[in-house]
């Protein structure tokens, strides 16, 4: 047992430099040869959203909300969510939201052992092998869909040709202290959450993190790093999402960026991948708000 951790734990590190673009990913894996079709896609009937939430009910209701909210009129969404039946607040308020009958959003909550959701690979591949869309969002439960979201990103993913797109501009908010009101405020509202005097514009450079739209039939085939073990492995915390950068270079492609309005995150200082109240924690949330203030500037 300890030889095969340590022989994941080295495979994990080698994977950080072949994902650099010291060599092509289909030099060792079953690898797309080309990341622009030939059959460009038509207009999109599904689209899945895969979000995990570990103790971040807080931010996931707002999320929720805002798909609510907007509720997308030409486009199916499965909304699918990977949680812990342990994290209580989360669970209930899953529970409630099933309540919400809605005419074009399923909701697809799955629950999973907590090792498993710390590691967010394994329930993004889970997603990616089963999805039924024409195109699966990988994003985080802290990010917002607004009223032109799925307008926009429809007509965006209408005749794409790339396998991998990303929506280029967003908006966030400044970084938020745990006990700022937005995330402790009894009655929420998403749409005012982006409104705010401290929310920026900001642009993405390539599909990382919240941002990561893939077509369907490639999700199906290669999943999200399904032949990279060491990132179907649980972990006993929450862990550093290194497989986004990994999953782009066995896709052979940083994205192609798109216009999708609307689009909001809600940034905050606390990180649910580190131990509370640790001399490590705290010094991450010290540098976190260094680093804010300087890019306010």
Same mark, same amino acid.
């Given at each position: 047992m300890v030889l095969q951790? #340590?022989? %994941?734990?080295?495979?994990?590190? !080698?994977? $950080? /430099?072949?994902?650099? +673009? %010291?060599?092509?990913? &289909?030099w060792l894996f079953d690898a797309p040869r080309e990341v622009n079709l030939e059959q460009p896609a038509g207009t999109p009937e599904t689209i899945e959203i895969v979000s995990h939430c570990w103790n971040y009910a807080h931010l996931l209701q707002y999320q929720i909300q805002s798909l609510i909210e907007n509720e997308?009129? @030409?486009?199916?969404?499965?909304?699918?969510? /990977?949680?812990?039946?342990?994290?209580?607040?989360?669970?209930? !308020? %899953?529970? =409630?939201?099933?309540? &919400? $009958? !809605?005419? &074009?959003i399923d909701w697809n909550f799955i629950p999973l052992d907590a090792p498993d959701l710390m590691r967010r690979a394994i329930g993004r591949n889970k997603a990616a092998k089963s999805t039924v869309a024409d195109?699966?969002?990988?994003? @985080?439960? @802290?990010l917002l869909f607004g009223k032109d979201t799925f307008p926009s990103l429809v007509e965006e993913l209408t005749g794409q040709d790339n396998i991998l797109v990303f929506p280029e501009t967003v908006l966030r908010t400044s970084l938020l202290d745990k006990n700022d009101e937005l995330l402790c405020a009894e009655r929420f509202s998403a749409s005012d959450c982006m409104e705010r005097d401290c929310v920026k514009s900001h642009q993405f450079e390539k599909a990382t993190g919240p941002v990561q739209i893939v077509r369907g039939d490639v999700a199906r085939k290669y999943g999200y790093c399904d032949q990279i073990?060491?990132?179907?492995?649980p972990k006993e915390r929450w862990v550093k999402t290194y497989e986004d950068r990994t999953f782009r270079w066995l896709l052979g492609t940083h994205g192609q960026?798109?216009?999708?309005? +609307?689009? +909001?995150?809600?940034? *905050?200082?606390? #990180? +649910?991948?580190? *131990? #509370? $109240? =640790?001399?490590? =924690?705290? %010094?991450?949330?010290a540098n976190r708000k260094v680093k804010d203030k300087l890019l306010a500037r």
């Amino acid at each position: 047992m300890v030889l095969q951790r #340590k022989t %994941l734990a080295v495979q994990e590190f !080698l994977m $950080r /430099f072949a994902a650099s +673009g %010291l060599m092509p990913a &289909n030099w060792l894996f079953d690898a797309p040869r080309e990341v622009n079709l030939e059959q460009p896609a038509g207009t999109p009937e599904t689209i899945e959203i895969v979000s995990h939430c570990w103790n971040y009910a807080h931010l996931l209701q707002y999320q929720i909300q805002s798909l609510i909210e907007n509720e997308p009129a @030409d486009v199916r969404v499965i909304y699918t969510v /990977f949680y812990a039946p342990e994290d209580a607040k989360t669970t209930k !308020l %899953l529970r =409630s939201t099933e309540k &919400n $009958r !809605l005419k &074009n959003i399923d909701w697809n909550f799955i629950p999973l052992d907590a090792p498993d959701l710390m590691r967010r690979a394994i329930g993004r591949n889970k997603a990616a092998k089963s999805t039924v869309a024409d195109w699966i969002w990988f994003t @985080d439960c @802290d990010l917002l869909f607004g009223k032109d979201t799925f307008p926009s990103l429809v007509e965006e993913l209408t005749g794409q040709d790339n396998i991998l797109v990303f929506p280029e501009t967003v908006l966030r908010t400044s970084l938020l202290d745990k006990n700022d009101e937005l995330l402790c405020a009894e009655r929420f509202s998403a749409s005012d959450c982006m409104e705010r005097d401290c929310v920026k514009s900001h642009q993405f450079e390539k599909a990382t993190g919240p941002v990561q739209i893939v077509r369907g039939d490639v999700a199906r085939k290669y999943g999200y790093c399904d032949q990279i073990r060491c990132y179907q492995q649980p972990k006993e915390r929450w862990v550093k999402t290194y497989e986004d950068r990994t999953f782009r270079w066995l896709l052979g492609t940083h994205g192609q960026p798109i216009e999708v309005e +609307g689009v +909001g995150i809600i940034r *905050h200082v606390e #990180k +649910g991948r580190y *131990h #509370k $109240r =640790s001399p490590f =924690s705290k %010094l991450r949330e010290a540098n976190r708000k260094v680093k804010d203030k300087l890019l306010a500037r």
